[in-house]
């Protein structure tokens, strides 16, 4: 029977947060990601991973660049419009207002990185 991915979140023994799938290279790789990166980044990572090898069952050594390549085309497929997984938002009520406020907070923070920038520019002269 083939590996399958189970994702455990854990905190360390110096309060660093980990997570681990169950395989031994797995496990090493998202302790070196753990490492390097944000709690957020090491989540992220490891939930990637589970995807994957639950899409892609195989051993982690015995994957190629053509699992990796197939599985990222067969992601951005879209899905058939009756896929009772896709949810039409257009048809739901209240559905242009749930994108106001992320379009406004996205517009304000451009302000304010144009405006930093323009500061910068300032003291720079």
Known sequence: MAWQPELVRRVDA??????????????DYLEFVAARCRSNTLLATAYDLKVFFSV???????VVTADIFAFITAQKKPRLPHDPRRRDRSTQPGAGRARQPQAERQSRGTAATHAAHSAARSWSR
Request: glycine residues 10%.
């Open 56 to 62: 892609v069952p195989k051993e982690p050594t015995d």
């Open 14 to 27: 110096a309060g660093n947060p980990a997570a681990s799938l169950g395989h031994a290279l797995v496990d």
